[in-house]
């Protein structure tokens, strides 16, 4: 089968397109034919071995496993033998090991079954940017009806799916992109939109409940400005294989530290992929409520391409790679 392979850390060019062998399911996995995927910041994090301390988990100095990708939506190809929620040919999306192929294995519980309304390439692109806007907004920022959140780079993969989930919890929502992007963030339900090139979010009056930060481009002063006094700011990772790692474990040990000594309640979030929140994104999606926003779609073959483009940060919502 054809794949995705690195056997070095480094940006896009040092991806291969290969032949390799067909992956065998382990007692509770599924070998999944691979439809579409979807590409991430987890993927050239990974990729790039950055920041250094991601290392620990990847491999110190080369990557610990040759395959690249988890968002994935497909159709159940073979089960292990203690698989009991999926059979042959059931379409399913979710995360899995190496989704960037013809074929990938994936646990069940990462596993969900694909929305009757959504085609492959929509629910490729949900996983890992839904459900972290969903955990983002509904674990870590705890948000209630008719508070006011801000969401600086809404433009963005887990920003769309971010605006029209707090809609669902009945927050008043308003977006943070470029000019470019002001009416695709109205039109999929902020109540108001900033321009980030014309006005400065955190110089405003308002005073928000919740703030969702997806850029990590402001300093942490400047976020807590634009909070309510016992307001709370989410912040997930931002910006591109540019940013250094210093500065991004510098932000990432600032905030925990500043959140002793303020009112305001300072966190993080980073997405653990489940088979029931999965199935309540499903559920929002068969209701009408939430709708994946695709930029546009690649070949496994200029799998690298697509994760250059991405690391340019300027997607509109995600970026696919289609398989089938």
């Not at 519980?109 to 955990?135: G, R, S, V």
């Not at 997806?214 to 910006?239: D, E, I, M």
Request: include cysteine; proline fraction near 6%; aromatic fraction near 8%.
């Amino acid at each position: 089968m054809k794949a995705i392979l690195y056997d070095h850390y480094g940006p896009p060019e040092v991806l291969k397109y290969a032949d390799i062998e067909q992956p065998v399911p382990r007692e509770n996995e599924v070998l999944i034919r691979v439809h579409t995927a979807s590409v991430n910041p987890y993927d050239w994090h990974f990729l790039r071995g950055t920041p250094v301390f991601v290392r620990l988990f990847t491999g110190l100095t080369r990557p610990k496993s040759p395959r690249l990708g988890a968002d994935v939506a497909g159709t159940v190809e073979a089960i292990g033998p203690k698989t009991t929620l999926f059979q042959p040919g059931d379409a399913v999306y979710g995360t899995c090991t190496g989704a960037f192929a013809e074929f990938a294995c994936a646990t069940e519980n990462t596993l969900a079954c694909k929305p009757e309304t959504l085609n492959f390439e929509q629910a490729a692109a949900m996983p890992i940017a839904a459900i972290t806007a969903l955990q983002g907004l509904r674990d870590s920022g705890k948000l209630q009806p008719n508070q006011r959140i801000l969401i600086n780079g809404a433009a963005g993969g887990v920003g769309t799916f971010a605006v029209q989930i707090a809609k669902c919890f009945g927050a008043h929502v308003t977006g943070v992109c470029s000019t470019r992007n002001v009416e695709l963030v109205r039109s999929i339900g902020a109540d108001s939109v900033i321009d980030y090139t014309r006005d400065d979010f955190t110089q405003s009056n308002p005073q928000y409940d919740l703030l969702f930060d997806l850029v990590g481009n402001r300093p942490l002063s400047h976020l807590r400005r634009a909070l309510h006094p016992r307001g709370t700011l989410v912040g997930c990772g931002g910006g591109g294989p540019d940013r250094s790692s210093a500065a991004l474990l510098a932000s990432m040990l600032l905030q925990p530290a500043v959140a002793q000594f303020v009112s305001q309640k300072l966190t993080g979030i980073f997405a653990k992929i489940n088979r029931n929140d999965l199935d309540a994104l499903s559920q929002l999606v068969d209701t009408g409520k939430l709708k994946p926003v695709l930029d546009r779609s690649y070949p496994l073959s200029e799998t690298a391409e697509a994760i250059r483009y991405l690391e340019q940060c300027h997607a509109q919502g995600k970026v696919t790679i289609s398989i089938a």
